[in-house]
């Protein structure tokens, strides 16, 4: 799909579309290459076309949307627009006035594309077999061209459209031990990828000596960047979300109430202006380039869309529909990485977490495991692995009274998430060092 | 349609493959939700599309495209191919090996009123009922009532002249209460994280008693703000089916699929504490514990003819008398494992690959009477409907979380408690079941979201249970 496929579609639209009735056109497509791969060879290898479009047709305050695939041929799609304008406009009449709606009043154009030329993932196939003879490897490529467009009838277009790659893996040990790591971009290097191999490689030796189990309790701890990033992930869960913070149903209830604070070194901001995704949401808003949520500890805005800016009478930040962040950073501190083992001094270092939830939201109290690689260390060096520990602790506790230090250095983390399609989302975090990491089992 | 899409991919054969297949998935789903008796934008979706699967060589390669035409059909055929060829020798299996079924069949989920043929109006007002019956308290800040609906048809033709069509049609309602007073949250649901969801039409509402639900689930919601927390020790358990499900789910389910125990997954969902040698004689619960693998229950979410591999698909028992004794794994990974498995290796729809999923995972039902089962408690916890959920890396290490407790004192169930939690390991949590319920206390439940693979995939899973009964596990309430 490129921008004068997805223009075709207008006409079509507007020649169905019933008098006095408006349209808005939302769409997301993808030419994706996946290659699965498992103890250094493939597991599954394959090609992904697909494209999806969101048709929604309003009359004053009645409205109806539906989703409907592309095929990629342009009659056919044609076709199903014109079908769909006709089934939607039967079906709006039917519909009761939404109190809630808002559409854009004025109109914003924006074009992000990106000439890149997606990566050859034959040829990358090849080099990652090559480059991990000899390993137990295991892991995903998920490369390939993806766009997103909006239309409405007001004549605003907006479309995004880049190519990247992202290679997220790990090297096993044994069993449950690993080093993971990813190398992610828009340009390929052969290079990269051995450099990032070896050095995972270089990472499993400290793997090598017998796991150690460590008894329930609180101990220091540094969480990586990759830890930092589930434990963000988790607050992003409708925790910035103005809807979950108005219906009380926010973890971060308390600090937006200001009966709780996080550190005062915690600033998180929705960083939607480096423009590693689409700059427009499905509904044709156009976000601000920063939202800051969290500043210096203390809440400051909310991932706010039109729907809830209606329904709760406050202003709107352009928000996607489920106000979920897309492009979450967290301020660096203090702490120079290369010195973090040394300050961690004696506690436990976390390379992953895994699967965090809740245990008690009103609290921000939250569970999760520790994966990979977690090491138990001693006067500043990596003593030996650790047998993996749950732990519960509570953001306020963990952000808060117990951090101790946040690394100057930042890391750009890309989602790997490829439910449905591949993900334009990312986080960019620091490491950090707290004073105490509860575990439980 | 079918048939000249079955035409133009018989047509397009090529001669070199072992094997093709086409997978074609026509899905429509519909989300309607009535929020504080505020109709949302009703959620329709529509999609169609292929996917071409080719084993040559000793490789293996797909293509998945949305054009149905035959150069689209020709063009998928040739890029799984070039796949193929450029795996051979750099596979985990020479699919040459491989002796994929010829499967010839129809199945169809067994449906009164297809929900699509409901007019909007009347599917609208059915919630709109629900969400205003809920209206009963001024504490109640949210009221939530919704269903999600879907239709799936698929056609699997393989090169060797395999067709199978198969219709499953689904319908998961759910309503939600949430309350606040006081800095406190509390939520109460009925089908909470689309739980209460199986296979028909919208005579599904009516099987579920969703019409009914709402005065309870609101009651039940206040009664969480003024209830204690849980308490915190070593104590008896008992869950009810709505969270056996999860349950299951997570600590059986995932365990014993094949492909995390031959670590496809390690990477993404995880690996698992489960290996190959342990099947046959490995105690994984007491002897109490039967689970099986059950894609013929009707109604349930997950039931099918064959799946996604062409594999026919029947009953078989997993756990038997609490011994493990076969792994969740398709045709291709009981090849790679050398073990029996069962016909459970699907693709979430046309643009994903097939993998060893969980289809109906069922707890089978013991002879245990609910009275009975409580009565031989001294000191405990009920729990009911999932919130929270938890597991390490190799499905041990777990800690859940319900939406409500109920304390349990000599033998009968006492007052509300909020905030329960329960951890154990995988390992011993299911030796320590003490008790199972007889078929009165089974509850047919799934999820529509189980997530696992590389590229991921989201497909929908059932869970059946008795109320369970577990002993001497750990029990934990919220913050104070």
Redo the contacts between chains.
């Keep these: 799909m490129n921008p004068s496929q997805f223009e075709m579609l207008v006409p079509a639209i507007l020649a169905a579309l019933p008098q006095g009735m408006r349209f808005s056109l939302y769409g997301s497509g993808e030419e994706?290459d996946?290659v699965?791969f498992?103890?250094g060879?493939?597991?599954?290898?394959?090609?992904?076309?697909?494209?999806?479009v969101s048709l929604?047709l309003i009359d004053g305050k009645r409205?109806?949307?539906?989703?409907?695939?592309?095929?990629?041929?342009d009659s056919?799609d044609a076709k199903r627009i014109t079908s769909a304008v006709t089934n939607l406009a039967q079906?709006v009449p039917?519909?009761?006035e939404?109190?809630?709606?808002l559409l854009p009043d004025t109109v914003v154009h924006t074009s992000q594309i990106d000439d890149t030329t997606a990566p050859d993932a034959?040829l990358v196939?090849?080099a990652v077999?090559q480059a991990t003879k000899g390993t137990?490897f295991?892991?995903?490529y998920?490369g390939g061209r993806q766009w997103r467009a909006f239309a409405n009838d007001m004549g605003q277009r907006n479309w995004f459209e880049s190519s990247s790659f992202l290679l997220?893996?790990?090297i096993?040990h044994s069993?449950?031990k690993?080093i993971?790591s990813s190398i992610g971009g828009t340009v390929w290097s052969d290079q990269a990828l051995v450099q990032s191999i070896e050095e995972a490689k270089s990472q499993l030796t400290a793997l090598n000596q017998p796991s150690r189990a460590i008894p329930p309790g609180s101990y220091r701890a540094y969480l990586t960047p990759a830890a930092v990033v589930e434990v963000l992930e988790l607050m992003s869960y409708g925790g910035f979300s103005a809807e979950s913070q108005q219906?009380?149903?926010s973890v971060l209830?308390?600090l937006v109430?200001g009966?709780a604070q996080l550190d005062a070194r915690v600033t998180l901001t929705e960083d939607g202006g480096r423009g590693l995704g689409p700059k427009f949401s499905a509904d044709g808003f156009v976000a601000p380039d920063q939202v800051v949520l969290v500043s210096k500890g203390q809440h400051a805005n909310a991932l706010t869309c039109p729907r809830t800016a209606v329904e709760f009478d406050i202003p709107h930040n352009g928000a996607t529909p489920g106000e979920n962040t897309q492009s979450l950073t967290m301020a660096g501190g203090d702490l120079p990485q290369a010195e973090a083992l040394a300050r961690l001094g004696a506690g436990v270092w976390v390379s992953n977490l895994?699967?965090?939830?809740?245990?008690?939201?009103?609290?921000a109290?939250f569970?999760?495991?520790t994966?990979?690689a977690t090491f138990w260390v001693e006067d500043g060096k990596l003593v030996a692995p650790l047998d993996?520990m749950?732990f519960?602790a509570?953001l306020y506790d963990l952000f808060g009274k117990d951090l101790e230090a946040l690394t100057q250095e930042v890391q750009l983390m890309p989602s790997?998430?490829?439910?449905?399609a591949?993900s334009t989302a990312f986080l960019e975090v620091p490491g950090a060092l707290v004073k105490a990491l509860p575990f439980?089992? | 349609m079918h048939q000249a899409l079955a035409k133009r991919f018989r047509d397009a054969l090529p001669t070199g493959p072992n094997h093709i297949s086409m997978r074609l998935v026509e899905r429509r789903d519909e989300a309607l939700m009535v929020r504080n008796d505020?109709?949302?934008?009703?959620?329709?979706?529509?999609?169609?599309?292929i996917?071409i699967t080719v084993h040559e060589g000793g490789?293996?390669?797909?293509?998945?495209?949305?054009?149905?035409?035959a150069s689209?059909i020709a063009t998928a055929i040739s890029?799984?191919r070039?796949?193929a060829k450029?795996?051979a020798g750099?596979?985990?299996i020479d699919t040459g090996t491989l002796a994929m079924d010829t499967p010839k069949g129809e199945w169809r989920s067994p449906v009164q009123t297809p929900w699509s043929e409901v007019?909007?109006?009347e599917r609208?007002d059915r919630l709109r009922q629900a969400c205003a019956a809920a209206a009963i308290d001024e504490r109640i800040?949210?009221r939530e009532a919704s269903v999600m609906a879907n239709d799936t048809r698929t056609l699997l033709l393989t090169s060797d002249g395999g067709e199978v069509y198969q219709h499953t049609q689904s319908v998961g309602p759910e309503l939600s209460v949430?309350v606040?007073a006081n800095?406190?949250?509390q939520?109460r649901s009925f089908g909470g994280g689309r739980g209460a969801v199986r296979q028909g039409g919208i005579e599904v509402l009516d099987q579920l008693g969703f019409d009914a639900c709402p005065l309870r689930v609101a009651q039940e919601a206040i009664a969480l703000l003024e209830a204690p927390n849980c308490p915190t020790g070593k104590m008896d358990l008992v869950l009810a089916p709505d969270q056996m499900m999860l349950q299951i789910h997570e600590s059986i389910g995932h365990p014993i699929e094949l492909d995390r125990i031959?670590?496809?997954e390690?990477?993404?969902a995880?690996?698992s504490f489960v290996t190959l040698d342990m099947f046959g004689h490995y105690q994984y619960g007491s002897e109490l514990l039967n689970v099986s693998f059950a894609p013929d229950v009707t109604g349930q979410l997950a039931s099918y003819g064959w799946d996604d591999d062409g594999t026919q698909a029947e009953r078989v028992l997993l756990i038997e008398k609490g011994l493990l004794m076969r792994p969740l794994g398709g045709s291709i990974s009981q090849k790679r494992g050398n073990i029996a498995g069962v016909a459970n290796s699907r693709g979430c729809s046309w643009?994903?690959?097939t993998?060893d999923r969980m289809a109906n995972l069922n707890v089978e039902a013991g002879n245990t009477p609910l009275d009975e089962l409580l009565a031989g408690i001294e000191h405990g916890v009920f729990m009911q409907t999932n919130?929270?959920?938890?597991?390490?890396?190799?499905r041990n290490?777990f800690?859940f979380?319900c939406e409500i407790g109920r304390e349990i004192v000599d033998g009968k169930l006492g007052k509300i408690l909020k905030?329960p939690?329960y951890?154990g390991?995988s390992a011993n949590f299911w030796r320590n079941l003490a008790t199972v319920g007889d078929p009165s206390t089974v509850g047919i439940f799934g999820t529509p979201f189980c997530?696992k693979g590389?590229?991921?995939?989201?497909i929908s899973v059932g869970h059946a249970s008795p109320v369970c009964h577990f002993s001497n596990i750990?029990v934990f309430g919220?913050?104070a």
């Excluded at chain 1, 409205?63 to 041929?73: M, P």
């Design positions: 994706s996946f699965r498992n103890q060879k493939v597991r599954q290898s394959g090609s992904v076309s697909q494209g999806e929604s409205h109806a949307s539906v989703d409907i695939g592309l095929s990629g041929v056919v079906t039917l519909l009761p939404d109190p809630h709606l034959i196939t090849q077999c137990d295991v892991g995903i998920a997220d893996y790990s096993v069993k449950d690993a993971k219906r009380k149903s209830n308390r109430a009966d895994w699967y965090l939830n809740h245990s008690d939201r009103n609290a109290r569970t999760g495991m994966r990979f993996v749950r519960d509570t790997a998430s490829t439910y449905e591949r439980t089992l | 505020v109709v949302q934008p009703p959620g329709t979706s529509e999609n169609i599309g996917i490789g293996q390669g797909y293509a998945a495209t949305p054009d149905l035409s689209g890029r799984a070039q796949w450029i795996t750099i596979s985990v007019p909007i109006s609208i800040i949210n949430v606040h800095g406190d949250t939520r031959l670590g496809d390690r990477n993404y995880g690996t643009n994903r690959p993998m919130t929270s959920w938890s597991i390490d890396d190799s290490k800690q979380g905030n939690n951890r390991i997530g590389e590229p991921n995939q989201v750990d919220g913050a």
